[in-house]
């Protein structure tokens, strides 16, 4: 009867120790932070404008349904100032976003160009 062949035992080989990793220039350390920077500015940019477009609706386009009942007599003053307050509350938030997007891309303009 044959026998099977033997198992030989698995030896590793080490044709040569590996180098540590070569650190990182610090040239391109600042370069993965600048990057970093301009990935976090636009992160924050992008939930600025979320935050605002939100509020804007919720000011701004959630009481329309309310104007129609301003000049009713019966409707208090203080439900009318408080639904202009929030019109003019809208509309700031409004110009704030317009403008810093605005400033945005001007500065991504000169930038770039």
Not at 63 to 85: I, N
């Amino acid at each position: 009867m044959p026998q099977a062949p033997a198992r030989t035992q698995y030896t590793p080989r080490f044709d040569r120790p590996s180098a540590p990793m070569p650190r990182r220039s610090s040239e391109a350390a600042q370069g993965a932070v600048a990057h970093q920077d301009r990935e976090l500015r636009a992160l924050l940019r992008r939930r600025l404008l979320v935050f605002i477009s939100v509020v804007v609706v919720f000011y701004g386009v959630l009481p329309l349904g309310s104007v129609q009942f301003l000049g009713d007599p019966a409707v208090p003053a203080l439900a009318r100032w408080t639904l202009v307050a929030q019109f003019v509350a809208a509309l700031l938030l409004a110009v704030v976003g317009v403008v810093g997007r605005a400033s945005h891309a001007a500065v991504a303009f000169v930038a770039l160009g």
